[in-house]
DNA sequence: AAGCATAAGTTCAACCAATCAACAAATCTC
DNA sequence: GAGATTTGTTGATTGGTTGAACTTATGCTT
């Protein structure tokens, strides 16, 4: 039998596609494809990669590899840095990286208490990042996107003075989002605010894309790396929220209603919870719940996050059992999650990155125990490497994303 | 600012892929994709197409829509038929089906007291259904397995009598596979045995590709119908699992063990499960917990399913009072999943088919209240359309969708 | 019945992107 | 300095889609 041909039965890759969804592929979108093929190596690779490389790796001719870089470094995508002398006899190849003045992403995120703005350029860096404080919620929508849309006009004039020209904007929001609106943001106290039409009254901001999406998904992607494509992100704030990332792209689900851990029942006849059910994880380890088991209920905090982590790090006997009680919570929740969805990583972010010292034994100790199988690969849980940065990091890199794998659509002409 | 330019940002669809992976894509990939486009058209129409109407709904002129066309019928994948005439002016159409006698799907089932084998055609109607019953147990691997070849080889020789060929065979094991091996089949009692080696030693199999996958990974793609693409499908067997079905393909994740839903935590505090944990589902609503709830423990039944299903009916109390339980938990961990997966179908299989009467009330009622936007978009939950019968057509048709996924390699020459 | 309009399907030159093979360029080795 | 080796480029060739003209087959109109 021959072995190739079962292959084409048993392998469980996704179908091949060479344009997304039905549409047709022309001679373009070879070109098209291959372009960002190259591209992504030149991306993901960790120094700079030759023409010639290109083409053993990706399997295309030296030729062929030629006229794509050719294509990249005109489009000003890529540019040819020289490469440090080998030993080796023959001609030396020339390197190729990011170009760092080429098309960066600017990413903004609206919030209860501050507005943060983070340009990176197309390799990832950052470049711009600003932090403008104040209470959004005693402003009318209208005049906190035109503070928003103000501090990402700055965020780009710095990123323009350093060299960097921005693609386009991604708006990280507190909320549900569809098609350009927040539809609600409860801890704003907002509902059906045309965000997309409030911010591109902005000169500067109206020549550029933008996309919107909620906080909690943009700062999933935010903690994306090379060695981490594929994790769940928890990311405790008023409400709960999990971001589930599979190979480095966002699982949405069909209505972008994904990741509502929140609202799983840790247990069945426990307490009700305001959305309707009983037992929530909210109800054990909503910022609310914990604050409330702590004894610290109503006080108003700035940042709930250090505050409960300096408390905790006093001792107080009453958070400290309430932390444990959180943690046994989120890690049977998350055991669920890692069960159903074999995953094997968890990050925590949101209010829980502070709190990890405390939490992360617990989850641990949940996960192990309940996922099934935590002896052959035990899964591992980590905090997040950005903390409240994380949402406007991840949106802008979620334009550079873009970019990068569709080169044919940003290409200087 | 540039609607379309903008939704290269907020498009979140998965990248544009030509081709899987990293490959290269080249002319070849180009008619490769178009052939799969136009077959799939042909395939999903309720009603036969014309070359016309490929052109059109797929965007590719009439020309290369002909071309491809010429490609399918040359490769005996697709057949003419006449169209019924309308009363339009203008050439008549010439109608276009998949081939009925082109490249059926063998799939096997092997399962503790019966193999199944089931042929089906190019356009997914079974051809051959045949039922060996048995009880594997008392047998070796390599009996049992040479057993199934045989019922196998008389499908396919019943098949090739009402003119279908068969393109591949897909084999549903009870049990964890990998690369061609069951690793581990707990109920069957076997323990890493190379089924790919022992099947194709019988000389009819040997010359088609085979495919070798999970039971109930195979019942729910057998689930899958044009109406009903993304669903989550429950399989109550001894243990308890789900096959997550998102737009006609199986989420497997990134080892395959996607769907563990039998052992997600219903109460933290519970009785103790076999796995090591506390409180998992199976310990509420597997099938040795429904029996011995019912009185019914240690006594062998043939079916559980239908011998419950008539117990039930009969109303004993204890019984009912059992499956109430079963579907309470049931559903309280279904809607932890669609909480977390954005998913809106529930389909009961497996043992849970023919209890579905007693159990869809309360499952529905569980989801309803705990699933987050059931007031929204309430989530449905039905009943498997096929019974135990199920995995070996959900096998045939994998075959299947691999041939109309990637035609180029069925062409006959 | 003839002529016209209309739609389906085919043919063919043109175009475009990848390939292949040969070549030029830049280095190392002996 | 000659040969080996690797990188990158050039130009003819191949293959698939396009677009426009053409053929075919039907209904409608006069």
Redesign the pocket.
């Known amino acids: 039998m021959s072995r190739l041909v079962s292959d084409a039965l048993q392998d469980t890759r996704t179908a091949r596609r060479l344009v997304a969804g039905g549409r047709?592929?022309?001679?373009?979108?070879?070109?098209?494809?291959?372009?960002g093929l190259a591209l992504r190596l030149v991306a993901e690779a960790p120094t700079p990669v030759?023409?010639?490389?290109?083409?053993?790796t990706t399997?295309?001719?030296?030729?062929?590899?030629?006229?794509?870089?050719?294509t990249l470094l005109a489009g000003g995508l890529v540019r040819?840095v020289p490469?440090p002398?080998?030993?080796?006899?023959?001609?030396?190849?020339?390197?190729?990286v990011l170009a760092p003045g080429g098309p960066g992403g600017l990413g903004l995120e609206v919030n209860v208490d501050y507005i943060a703005a983070t340009v990176v350029d197309l390799t990832g860096a950052v470049v711009v990042h600003e932090v403008h404080a104040g209470d959004q919620r005693v402003l009318t929508p209208a005049a906190a996107l035109r503070t928003t849309a103000a501090v990402g006009a700055a965020a780009l004039a710095a990123a323009q003075r350093k060299g960097v020209r921005v693609a386009g904007t991604a708006v990280a929001l507190p909320g549900l989002v569809h098609d350009g609106r927040l539809l609600l943001a409860p801890n704003l106290g907002w509902q059906d605010v045309d965000v997309r039409r409030l911010l591109t009254r902005n000169r500067r901001l109206t020549a550029l894309p933008l996309a919107l999406d909620n906080e909690a998904n943009y700062a999933a992607l935010g903690e994306v790396s090379p060695t981490a494509r594929t994790f769940v992100h928890v990311s405790g704030e008023i409400g709960i929220g999990a971001g589930i990332v599979l190979d480095g792209e966002l699982y949405r689900g069909s209505r972008g209603w994904s990741g509502e851990i929140g609202h799983v029942t840790v247990v069945p006849s426990g307490p009700a919870c305001h959305c309707g059910a009983t037992g929530c994880l909210e109800v054990y380890a909503g910022q609310e719940a914990i604050l409330r088991a702590a004894g610290l209920a109503g006080q108003s905090v700035g940042a709930p996050g250090a505050a409960l982590a300096e408390r905790a790090t006093l001792g107080d006997p009453a958070l400290l059992a309430a932390l444990d009680a959180a943690a046994g919570a989120l890690g049977t929740v998350l055991a669920g999650v890692l069960n159903v969805l074999d995953i094997s990583t968890v990050v925590l972010g949101g209010i829980y990155a502070p709190l990890a010292p405390w939490l992360l034994p617990t989850v641990g100790h949940e996960l192990s125990r309940r996922v099934l199988w935590s002896s052959w690969e035990p899964p591992s849980v980590r905090t997040a490497a950005h903390g409240p940065e994380a949402a406007a990091l991840g949106a802008a890199r979620s334009v550079v994303a873009a970019v990068v794998s569709e080169p044919e659509r940003w290409l200087v002409t």
């Open positions: 047709p592929a022309r001679q373009q979108s070879l070109r098209d494809h291959n372009l030759s023409r010639a490389q290109i083409a053993s399997g295309l001719t030296r030729a062929t590899a030629s006229t794509l870089v050719e040819e490469l002398p080998t030993a080796r006899s023959g001609r030396p190849a020339v390197g190729l």
